[in-house]
């Protein structure tokens, strides 16, 4: 109730509309509540609103604020990153998500929970992270789409995990979303502080995929991507966002969210057909070579489907082996994965001029951000643009021809290092010329980037 008369203050004192928060309430507590019950509740929450805008509109003439309803909002909706994420986990397939609870993920596992009957998803809340992860691997071997959502600490403790579906070749989703550490560090918190550790979580060396939305549109497509990429590739994906993206609310075109417009791929799944072909002579080989370093993967169930895997070291059956040979082998089909999946990693994005003195590169959600920043940079008179990377790992096709035109190269990052720049250098030997680092647990804004490269014009005048 005091949500209630808060909002109806604010109406009051706004003048806005107040048949359209009626109509929501109405809506919201008939839906959930049908019959009688939802008709009182609605009433009740009604009666409140009402005294409280007759309360707020007693002081309109002394604020100068007004609102007033836009057209078309049956064509928009309201959400943040998790809700985007879990309805992209729902569009993309998800059948099964372990998790457990930790900020600023928790309501991505609280969404696919109110809505696991609606879509025939199985909830497991797990005695913790690694347990959550491990339950996804097996969702994922036994064919369902599997994930689960983390913050950095759970990452932690989900590397040793991590590794087994990297060995056994396991297409699961993981959701890190970030907060300001190190250790419990700041649990309510935004930072971009993980991107080096998730690249290199675990020993030893096997393909990851990494994304990271830089919007609420994109957390959506993200994840039912993510899926595809899983399965398609039989390697982990992780989805990095932050918990600024996680919570903060945007209203969206529902257009942008059409579950019916998202397409399905299972990559190299062997059909029961296939199975049936098999010679009697001839057993289902689970990691045989291939030249695009993904093998075909029978969904256990099958007599002619039963196959051995394993977190050590194992032939293209699954069988432990010390073979340098094999290991060789193995070692080499599923790094090619990396390559061969770089023609699905989404190209980087560019705003603003095609010939700017100064590029900002950004990634996850510093987006919004930095694109208003170079819009009013261009206004000002400075020439700017900038190149957005919504999938970091592996990087996209046409990441060096985006960059090495760039006349003045600015990394804008929200943590200590410029992790993302640093990635940057290593893999392509581009360096950026200035980072702009915010590591203070604060979103960025607009004004600390325009500060900042006015700063750095005027150190390079």
């Not at 990494?210 to 959506?220: D, K, Y």
């Not at 099958?302 to 070692?331: A, C, L, N, W």
């Amino acid at each position: 109730m005091a949500i209630r008369a808060a909002v109806g203050v604010l109406v009051g004192l706004t003048g806005f509309d107040s048949a359209l928060i009626e109509r929501s309430l109405t809506e919201a507590f008939t839906g959930r509540y049908p019959g009688e019950r939802g008709e009182e509740l609605a009433a009740a929450n009604i009666k409140v609103l009402n005294a409280a805008i007759e309360f707020g509109a007693r002081f309109q003439d002394e604020f100068d604020y007004r609102l007033e309803s836009r057209p078309g909002g049956e064509d928009r909706v309201l959400l943040n990153g998790n809700v985007a994420i879990g309805m992209g986990a729902i569009a993309g397939g998800c059948r099964f998500i372990s998790g457990y609870p930790m900020t600023p993920a928790t309501t991505v596992l609280e969404f696919l929970a109110a809505h696991q009957n609606d879509y025939g998803i199985v909830i497991k809340q797990t005695e913790d992270e690694i347990a959550a992860l491990l339950t996804a691997i097996g969702g994922a071997h036994a064919g369902a789409r599997a994930m689960t959502a983390t913050s950095g600490d759970g990452f932690c403790l989900i590397v040793e995990a991590l590794g087994l579906a990297g060995a056994s070749e396991a297409g699961v989703v993981i959701v890190n979303a970030q907060r300001a550490g190190p250790s419990t560090g700041m649990p309510t918190r935004s930072e971009q502080g993980d991107l080096d550790f998730v690249l290199s979580a675990s020993h030893g060396e096997f393909p990851r995929i990494i994304l990271a939305p830089g919007s609420v549109e994109e957390c959506f497509t993200a994840d039912h991507r993510a899926f595809n990429l899983a399965e398609k590739y039989q390697t982990p994906v992780i989805i990095m966002t932050d918990l600024y993206q996680a919570f903060a609310l945007k209203t969206v075109a529902r257009a942008d969210f059409d579950f019916a417009g998202v397409s399905i791929d299972r990559g190299k799944i062997v059909s029961d057909e296939e199975l049936d072909a098999l010679s009697p002579d001839k057993m289902y080989v689970r990691h045989k070579l291939a030249e695009d370093g993904v093998s075909t993967h029978a969904i256990p169930g099958h007599p002619r489907g039963v196959y051995m895997t394993t977190g050590d070291k194992h032939t293209k059956r699954g069988f432990i082996t010390e073979s340098q040979s094999v290991r060789i082998e193995q070692m080499d089909k599923r790094m090619q994965k990396l390559e061969t999946a770089r023609a699905d990693i989404l190209p980087p994005e560019l705003h603003g001029l095609a010939d700017a003195d100064i590029t900002l590169v950004r990634w996850g959600s510093t987006r919004g951000a930095i694109r208003e920043a170079v819009d009013r940079l261009n206004a000002d008179g400075q020439r700017a643009n900038s190149v957005h990377f919504a999938d970091v790992w592996p990087l996209p096709e046409g990441t060096v021809a985006a960059l090495e035109s760039a006349d003045y190269l600015v990394a804008a990052e929200q943590n200590f290092s410029g992790q993302f720049a640093g990635i940057l250098r290593r893999a392509t030997g581009i360096n950026c010329d200035h980072r702009i680092l915010k590591y203070d647990s604060k979103q960025v804004t607009p004004d600390d980037i325009v500060a900042a490269v006015a700063q750095e014009v005027s150190v390079r005048v």
